[in-house]
């Protein structure tokens, strides 16, 4: 597989997509090589560090239980905990509600030498907000005094800006790598009855899980509705096959390191010629205390 493979086009139709591969690894099988590719993604980030001169940000959605959080969990656990930092967009404080929307994704951004995932999103604010138009009303908009002002042209002008916040973090050193979790419906069922069967995963339930399943082809419709505007060159979207949680894991870790192999220039700077000059002078010192 290559990461174009996966890539969204501009005429998406998610009904018409696998959530599970026909061809699947076993369990076993993709855990082994998910457990090297991510080493090589450590390894990366390491340089990354170092070189101090770019930043990616990863950026996963997908419905409730899609996998996010332990594909994340696993995906990235063997990066140092300083080169790396997650954030999970719920929903907006006060004070988040009293800056513009994208404030929050803003001050979230990794600094040069980081990751940043973001676990939800900035999407949050065409997908959710577009199932639910009456959230909007907390955000006291100007001249927005009623959910039927959310019309196709309001929801066209947040996609550009959406696409104009990514133009700017690539523009400034951020690569920017976007993956929706597709999940089928008959996989989510079987999930929420898992965590209520499963006395140690009854928290993780909340009765607004079956509420917002109702709304199941609403948000199918806005997911396309989001990922065909602002699918970029710069910023493409992956769609994910997420019926199978290692495999889902795996596509995600593998598109990753073969995207980031190509940044040849991403090394650890060199030694200045005086420091390279004297390392066997610098070693004998050591030797000899």
């Not at 990366?44 to 419905?63: E, N, S």
Request: proline residues 4%; contains cysteine.
């Amino acid at each position: 597989m290559t990461s174009d493979d996966y890539k969204a086009t501009e005429q998406l139709q998610l009904s018409k997509l696998a959530t599970l591969l026909k061809k699947s690894p076993s369990k076993k099988k993709a855990e082994k090589e998910l457990d090297k590719v991510r080493r090589d993604l450590a390894h990366f980030q390491a340089r990354l560090y170092a070189h101090d001169r770019h930043a990616i940000l990863v950026c996963f959605q997908g419905m409730d239980t899609s996998g996010k959080d332990s594909l994340i969990r696993e995906v990235f656990k063997d990066f140092n905990v300083r080169g790396v930092v997650q954030h999970s967009f719920k929903v907006p404080t006060n004070i988040e509600l009293s800056q513009g929307y994208l404030w929050r994704h803003y001050i979230a951004l990794p600094s040069k030498g980081h990751f940043g995932i973001f676990n939800r999103t900035h999407y949050e604010n065409v997908l959710v907000t577009r199932v639910h138009p009456d959230y909007l009303m907390a955000e006291n908009l100007p001249g927005f005094d009623s959910p039927e002002k959310a019309t196709e042209d309001f929801w066209q002008m947040r996609y550009q800006q959406i696409n104009n916040f990514e133009k700017e973090l690539v523009e400034n050193g951020t690569f920017i790598f976007k993956f929706f979790l597709h999940l089928s419906k008959e996989e989510q069922k079987s999930r929420l009855l898992r965590r209520l069967n499963t006395p140690e995963k009854n928290w993780k339930f909340s009765k607004d899980d079956l509420k917002e399943r109702k709304l199941w082809e609403n948000y199918m419709h806005c997911y396309e509705q989001a990922i065909r505007h602002t699918n970029t060159d710069i910023a493409p979207w992956h769609i994910i096959p997420a019926d199978d949680k290692p495999v889902a894991r795996l596509l995600v870790a593998k598109i990753l390191l073969e995207t980031l192999s190509q940044f040849k220039e991403i090394q650890a700077p060199q030694l200045n010629d005086e420091v390279s000059g004297n390392i066997n002078e610098y070693i004998k010192a050591l030797e000899n205390e």
